[in-house]
């Protein structure tokens, strides 16, 4: 099988080009993902990266992973900056392998014609001594997909549609360049009215090499194999059919032919024809959007109690949390929670007005920063926003979260789902936030009690 290296420039303490909040190692590693999905979804190929996340790669060890990997094709995914606009692509400008020039042509050509629509200028395809691609000892590329620091090609980079057609072109053209073959196309499933379907999966696996390895094996045996993703409790696996059936007791032989080589874990799923449409999953847990029910007041006497110093920003969250439908009482203690009740005792700085810690990863990487308070305030809801939602920012509302357009839109509908994702590894992040609302919560009944016996005891003075 084409073992293939992407390899996400920068990453970690290595920003790349800067420009405004924005940084290119974030768009670099999202291309990055994103080629492998189309690559992994529509190809019979293995895809190795260099980094999956947001973490510091030498550039030596990215050429020696590959090497050690005995990769076919290694290819650089880049953003540009200093002046300019466009596309461009590059090859090693010394000795390199007789197909290398090819290989570029071709995906570059595929590149460019996705981009024409956008209006993308061609900067050509080119050749440089680049480190990446001079130690490397395959087929190596390197592409500059825009410029950070152009006004219009920052708009088409923040745009999710332009960076996936960018995407699934690279990967089109690498299949073409390498000759990848396309995956075998889904099994039919049953149409309404014509009855049940047995499927045969000869696996069900968590890891996708894991299913891989199992394909190999049957289509050594001369059965077809198919891979198929689903989601079972929360958990993805990787499933391998085999086969599928209108009749069960050819499934059933299939299931017994498997076990004559050595799979016993092999079983049948049924499937036939629904008797109502599927129910959208339900969102289980304490929303991250909804309405606040805590008062400003309250909430700055909570924060003042542990930080006198502390500023009032309460109003703000509610104002702003209203206005995107979010639970602003609850934002405001996961800036508690992440600013250690805004003494900023960690990276970020009290000038950043980074409530969330928007943008920050480890120590030397102190985030991004906003110009004022407020500022700092919507862009901890925008954010929250793009987690638990897929809708659009609201009506006459300009974007200012940075990072907004890196978030998986939607995959945190409820504070503990924002477990390893706002903070890695964050186990309990979701909970620790919830633990200080509920102090907040607490805070407001004692409050209120307090005026309920104070209330109560003005009324026997009156008696």
Not at 24 to 53: C, G, H, I, P, Q
Not at 125 to 153: C, G, H, P, S, W
Not at 356 to 374: C, E, L, V, Y
């Amino acid at each position: 099988m084409v073992t293939v290296v992407l390899d996400p420039g920068h990453g970690g303490s290595d920003s790349g080009a800067v420009y405004k909040q924005y940084k290119e190692k974030d768009f670099n590693l999202k291309v990055a993902l994103m080629v492998r999905e189309f690559l992994l979804e529509s190809y019979v190929v293995n895809v190795l990266m260099t980094r999956t996340k947001d973490q510091t790669v030498s550039l030596k060890a990215r050429t020696d992973f590959a090497n050690e990997k005995n990769a076919d094709f290694f290819f650089s995914i880049h953003h540009n900056a200093a002046g300019g606009t466009g596309f461009e692509s590059y090859i090693y400008n010394g000795t390199i392998p007789s197909a290398t020039k090819e290989i570029q042509g071709i995906i570059h050509k595929e590149i460019v014609f996705t981009t024409d629509q956008y209006k993308v200028f061609n900067r050509g395809q080119k050749r440089a001594n680049f480190y990446v691609l001079r130690n490397t000892r395959m087929n190596a590329l390197l592409i500059e997909v825009l410029f950070i620091d152009n006004e219009r090609d920052l708009q088409l980079m923040l745009n999710d549609k332009f960076l996936r057609d960018v995407a699934k072109a690279a990967a089109t053209g690498v299949a073409k360049a390498l000759n990848l073959p396309q995956k075998p196309k889904p099994q039919p499933q049953p149409q309404p009215g014509t009855g049940t379907l047995y499927k045969v999966i000869a696996g069900s696996f968590k890891e996708e090499e894991n299913a891989e390895q199992r394909a190999k094996t049957l289509q050594s045996n001369k059965i077809e194999a198919y891979i198929y993703p689903i989601v079972i409790n929360g958990t993805r696996f990787y499933r391998v059919q085999a086969g599928a059936f209108s009749q069960k007791e050819n499934a059933e032989e299939l299931v017994a032919r498997l076990r004559t080589i050595g799979i016993g874990d092999a079983f049948i799923v049924t499937e036939g024809e629904p008797s109502e449409p599927p129910k959208p999953e339900p969102v289980v847990g304490f929303t991250i959007t909804g309405s606040s029910v805590l008062t400003a007041e309250t909430m700055n006497d909570f924060v003042k109690r542990v930080n006198p110093q502390a500023p009032a920003l309460a109003q703000l969250y509610l104002n702003i949390g209203n206005l995107y439908g979010i639970r602003g009482d609850t934002a405001l203690a996961q800036a508690i929670h992440e600013t250690n009740y805004f003494r900023f005792t960690g990276t970020v700085k009290p000038e950043q007005n980074n409530y969330a810690g928007i943008g920050t990863t480890d120590a030397n990487t102190p985030g991004a920063s906003f110009a004022t308070p407020r500022e700092g305030v919507l862009a901890h809801i925008q954010h929250l926003y793009a987690y638990a939602t897929k809708e659009k920012l609201p009506e006459g509302q300009v974007l200012v979260d940075p990072r907004f357009n890196l978030v998986a839109r939607g995959s945190a509908p409820t504070w503990i789902k924002l477990n390893g994702k706002w903070a890695v590894p964050g186990t309990t992040y979701g909970q620790q936030i919830l633990t200080i609302y509920e102090k907040m919560v607490n805070a407001e009944i004692d409050a209120a009690n307090k005026l309920i016996d104070d209330l109560e005891k003005t009324k026997q003075q009156l008696q």
